[in-house]
């Protein structure tokens, strides 16, 4: 978990930009992504790390999302807006 592009940044930077290194204890962050650990324990650094990372997640699984294909898979009827904020109603079939 703590091994992505969030962990690489904070590899790189420094908080007062002086090249001090902040110790990272990324056993502590993957704790908190499992929900074991306390998010409120970890130092900012750790806090930005993980932030940054829950963020990387949730957009990796909101593109997965396609509730478009689970309505029409179950025989759903389904609502979205178009591109100009236009309603489009997607009958159910099957």
């Known amino acids: 978990m703590a091994d992505g592009p969030a962990a690489e940044r904070a590899q790189s930077a420094s908080p007062a930009g002086a090249g001090v290194v902040c110790p990272v204890n990324y056993g502590a962050i993957n704790l908190a992504h499992a929900g074991s650990g306390s998010y409120d324990s970890l130092s900012e650094p750790e806090q930005a790390i993980a932030r940054e990372e829950w963020a990387e997640r949730a957009t990796t699984l909101r593109r997965a ?27 159910a079939r099957g």
Do not use: C, I, R
């Open 65 to 91: 999302l396609d509730y478009g294909a689970e309505f029409t898979e179950a025989g759903e009827s389904y609502s979205e807006l178009d591109e100009n904020g236009g309603l489009v109603v997607h009958p």
